[in-house]
């Protein structure tokens, strides 16, 4: 078994800061790819950006510039550092990551943390 633990969501002003924190624990040989999506009111999830286990990264267009996403392996633990806040990045933001555990390659989702921007 994998667990998500996602921190750092809030309120914002538009313009404002804010970094997302997202730890793994439990049972695993290794976190691999670790990814950050964000789902606004009424619309699809969507990808915002992901990292490899070796730290490659890539964003969304919408995420170039004013998003980072970072990992701790030895905390297991992924980051995603927001600059740059826009209303229109109010949305709940969940981890997701490909996990590989005794039982074979397994893909977790965190509970989720709301971010809103206020203008």
């Known amino acids: 078994q994998v667990q998500l633990v996602e921190s750092g969501g809030g309120l914002v002003q538009a313009g404002g800061s804010l970094r997302l924190s997202c730890a793994a624990s439990?049972?695993?040989?290794?976190?691999?790819?670790m990814r950050w999506y964000r789902q606004a009111p009424g619309k699809q999830r969507e990808l915002v950006a992901i990292?490899?286990?070796?730290?490659?990264?890539n964003y969304e267009d919408f995420a170039k510039g004013r998003f980072t996403i970072s990992r701790d392996n030895a905390k297991n633990t992924v980051y995603l550092r927001m600059n740059s806040l826009k209303p229109e990045d109010t949305a709940v933001y969940f981890c997701?990551?490909?996990?590989?555990?005794?039982?074979?390659?397994?893909?977790?989702w965190g509970q989720g943390t709301l971010v809103t921007v206020s203008s």
């Open positions: 997701y990551v490909d996990s590989v555990t005794i039982s074979g390659s397994l893909g977790v």
């Open positions: 439990g049972s695993f040989f290794s976190i691999n790819n």
């Open positions: 990292i490899t286990r070796d730290g490659r990264t």
